[in-house]
């Protein structure tokens, strides 16, 4: 599987737009791009996935660049209990093997 | 539902022992895996299993034993316990192996002493 790059840590005011980047430069045709966040200590849970076209669900959009080797997770109106580890993570849609990164640490303040 | 559970919550151990972290889900999820979580660090996988009767080794499984005598079990065993081992372990699950969201348990932090 292709390998993520993420910075480590970003902030964002509550209420704004938090905009998480993540490049992946050799991801290949049939791979997918998976965010997880893990919220202090508990299990990581799923947001949203994409191959090609952008997406978007109740928890936030994800934007993948045209040529596949960036893709964006936005959350539209940041909360205080968004604040989290953010982990963009690329496989194949036949292999559950999930390769976590150190993520990005989303913290957002009042 | 109840999800993925995790038993016990927290335990401390001391080197040598044994014991099992137990993980169970609800869903009729084929595939069930482990993973341990160090401080700072991402998740790494131990073991895997896509059926009952079926395991695999992941990314880290020296030390770990897994069994898959049922769908909704999957308990992971540490035969001789290391303080190398400690860790917060989390146990997931999903639909299928190529399905899109597996599903965390709340995790089991253990302490080797």
């Known amino acids: 599987d292709a390998k993520t790059t993420q910075p480590p840590s970003m902030d964002c005011a509550e209420g704004r737009a938090a905009n998480l980047p993540c490049n992946h430069s050799?991801?290949?045709?049939?791979?997918?791009v998976y965010w997880y966040r893990q919220i202090h200590s508990q299990g990581p849970q799923y947001i949203i996935h994409?191959?090609?076209n952008n997406e978007t669900n109740e928890m936030a959009s994800l934007i993948i660049t045209e040529d596949r080797k960036s893709s964006t997770l936005i959350l539209p109106h940041a909360t205080l209990r968004d604040t989290a580890v953010y982990y963009c993570?690329?496989?194949?849609?036949?292999?559950?093997?999930?390769?976590f990164g150190k993520g990005i640490t989303l913290s957002v303040r009042p | 539902n109840a999800g993925v559970t995790q038993t016990p919550k927290f335990q401390v151990l001391k080197t040598g022992q044994s014991m099992t972290l137990q993980c169970a889900q609800d869903?009729?999820?084929?595939?069930m895996s482990w993973y341990r979580q160090d401080p700072g660090m991402g998740l790494r996988l131990i073991h895997y299993?896509?059926?009952?009767?079926?395991?695999d080794q992941g990314e880290v499984p020296n030390g770990y034993n897994v069994s898959r005598s049922t769908t909704e079990d999957f308990p992971l065993r540490l035969l001789s316990a290391a303080p190398s081992q400690t860790s917060v372990y989390f146990c997931?699950?999903?639909?299928?192996?190529?399905?899109?969201?597996?599903?965390f348990g709340p995790g089991t932090r253990l302490l080797v002493l």
């Open positions: 869903m009729n999820h084929e595939y």
């Open positions: 299993s896509v059926g009952a009767g079926i395991t």
């Open positions: 050799t991801i290949s045709g049939n791979e997918y």
């Open positions: 993570i690329v496989r194949t849609g036949a292999n559950s093997k999930l390769t």
């Open positions: 997931a699950s999903s639909y299928s192996q190529g399905g899109e969201t597996q599903y």
């Open positions: 994409g191959l090609k």
